[in-house]
């Protein structure tokens, strides 16, 4: 690993929330001393003719496997659908049987993100979706704590399990303490990166 951690902020995103969580942890990246590669997903289509851009219009450039094997930690994020993540972002790491094989992710740090229209709408479950590919993969599964203050005071998104926003029905910004939240992430993917992933 080089000495400035490349941490993948990999995410998808519609209404643009969870894009702005992604934002937000790469902002904690920086501010850590990491680089963060912000990459995002395609989405999937029912009818297989449908074919897509090789690179969207706007944003972060779409992820390959080369992308999530060469990272030294992840920020996965997705909005959150009946619970779980969105499906294009699980059809992307179901893509990853490869690398499991090869053990390519063992060992390296990686937290999670999400963001829901509702205040309730199953923030929690989705992040632990996410978590479930990753202990699969080896990684080291890293949460927020406690000791900043902003989990107990925040009035809006944010778990230990890891950063989340509740955007509303009109989309509205992410609050400050969800903000610091997912710079927090980033930090904390970033510090541990650093150090060095077990012999």
Same mark, same amino acid.
Request: one cysteine or more.
């Given at each position: 690993?080089?000495?400035?951690?490349?941490?993948?902020?990999?995410?998808? %995103?519609?209404?643009?929330?969870?894009?702005?969580?992604?934002?937000?942890?790469?902002?904690?990246?920086?501010?850590?001393?990491?680089?963060?590669?912000?990459? *995002?997903?395609?989405?999937?289509?029912?009818?297989?003719?449908?074919?897509?851009?090789?690179?969207?219009?706007?944003?972060?450039?779409?992820? %390959?496997?080369?992308?999530?094997?060469?990272?030294?930690?992840?920020?996965?994020?997705?909005?959150?659908?009946?619970?779980?993540?969105?499906?294009?972002?699980?059809?992307?790491?179901?893509?990853?049987?490869?690398?499991?094989?090869?053990?390519?992710?063992?060992?390296?740090?990686?937290?999670?993100?999400?963001? *829901?229209?509702?205040?309730?709408?199953?923030?929690? %479950?989705?992040?632990?979706?996410?978590?479930?590919?990753?202990?699969?993969?080896?990684?080291?599964?890293?949460?927020?704590?406690?000791?900043?203050?902003?989990?107990?005071?925040?009035?809006?998104?944010?778990?230990?399990?890891?950063?989340?926003?509740?955007?509303?029905?009109?989309?509205?910004?992410?609050?400050?303490?969800?903000?610091?939240?997912?710079?927090?992430?980033?930090?904390?993917?970033?510090?541990?990166?650093?150090?060095?992933?077990?012999?």
């Amino acid at each position: 690993m080089s000495t400035t951690p490349v941490v993948l902020v990999l995410y998808y %995103s519609e209404s643009g929330s969870t894009a702005a969580l992604a934002k937000h942890v790469a902002r904690g990246v920086a501010l850590a001393g990491g680089e963060a590669k912000m990459r *995002t997903v395609p989405p999937v289509a029912p009818a297989t003719e449908v074919t897509l851009p090789p690179e969207p219009p706007e944003g972060a450039p779409y992820a %390959s496997l080369e992308d999530l094997a060469h990272c030294d930690a992840l920020a996965l994020g997705s909005p959150t659908r009946f619970g779980n993540m969105a499906a294009p972002l699980k059809y992307f790491l179901d893509q990853s049987s490869g690398l499991w094989m090869q053990g390519a992710l063992r060992d390296k740090p990686a937290g999670v993100f999400t963001s *829901t229209a509702s205040l309730h709408g199953g923030q929690e %479950s989705t992040l632990l979706s996410m978590m479930l590919p990753l202990f699969h993969h080896g990684m080291v599964l890293l949460g927020l704590s406690y000791e900043s203050g902003k989990l107990v005071s925040t009035t809006g998104g944010g778990t230990p399990y890891g950063p989340s926003h509740h955007a509303g029905a009109g989309g509205q910004a992410l609050s400050e303490a969800e903000s610091a939240l997912a710079q927090e992430l980033g930090q904390r993917l970033t510090t541990f990166a650093r150090h060095g992933r077990p012999s």
